[in-house]
């Protein structure tokens, strides 16, 4: 199960899934792009949910066996916390930590039985913040404990929990963030969304016998 697939490093890591035969099983955030990525995707299963509206993932049908689940949606509103409004607040909380936990709560039975792995991909904020990043790093802070606590308790259960801590990548949301910072974007300058999705996929890809915690990736 990936989130965020229809752009950055999602898109890339359901598009390399999809080739190499995996089944997929996408969140989309509305029903006409829910009918987008089935087109996509042959033979996934799309699910429509707003994750900016985490409760409505309550009513979600997911599978009785998941070998992974990839939260890699996210958003991000720059700003000081003099002038943050609440509204950007909750949204990136939201999306980027609240959906997460909950969606991670439904998966965990069928993680269970199949002693899956879930991979949350964080950001260089969850590490450190800097200013005019607040409520972003706030949020990639707290899946950063929301990864350490999951891996404590499911790790006798067989469920692995990396989290993998990219710096600036190559994206449309790194492009959203030059524009809020008023700098020329140069995509040349990052990561590459294919590096990042390398790593997901080694991580997903690890023998039974190991764990990766963790893993930070920056540009060069």
Do not use: C
Request: glycine share 8%; aromatic share 4%.
């Amino acid at each position: 199960m990936v989130t965020g697939a229809g752009s950055g490093i999602g898109e890339l890591l359901a598009r390399r899934l999809h080739e190499r035969g995996d089944h997929l099983v996408l969140l989309a955030r509305t029903p006409a792009r829910a009918e987008e990525l089935a087109a996509a995707y042959p033979g996934a299963d799309v699910l429509a949910a707003d994750l900016a509206d985490p409760a409505s993932l309550e009513s979600l049908a997911l599978p009785e066996r998941l070998d992974s689940v990839v939260h890699a949606a996210g958003v991000v509103e720059l700003g000081p916390v003099a002038e943050l409004s609440t509204a950007a607040w909750q949204e990136t909380l939201a999306v980027n930590l609240v959906a997460p936990a909950v969606l991670t709560r439904l998966a965990l039975p069928a993680l269970r039985a199949a002693r899956g792995t879930v991979v949350l991909v964080n950001s260089g904020a969850g590490l450190h913040a800097h200013a005019d990043w607040s409520a972003y790093a706030a949020s990639k802070h707290g899946l950063r404990g929301l990864a350490d606590s999951l891996r404590a308790e499911e790790g006798g259960a067989g469920v692995r929990v990396t989290s993998v801590f990219p710096g600036r990548t190559a994206t449309r949301m790194q492009e959203e963030v030059h524009r809020q910072e008023g700098k020329t974007y140069d995509a040349a300058a990052w990561i590459q969304p294919a590096t990042v999705v390398d790593l997901v996929l080694h991580v997903l890809d690890l023998p039974e016998d190991a764990v990766v915690p963790e893993v930070v990736v920056r540009p060069r």
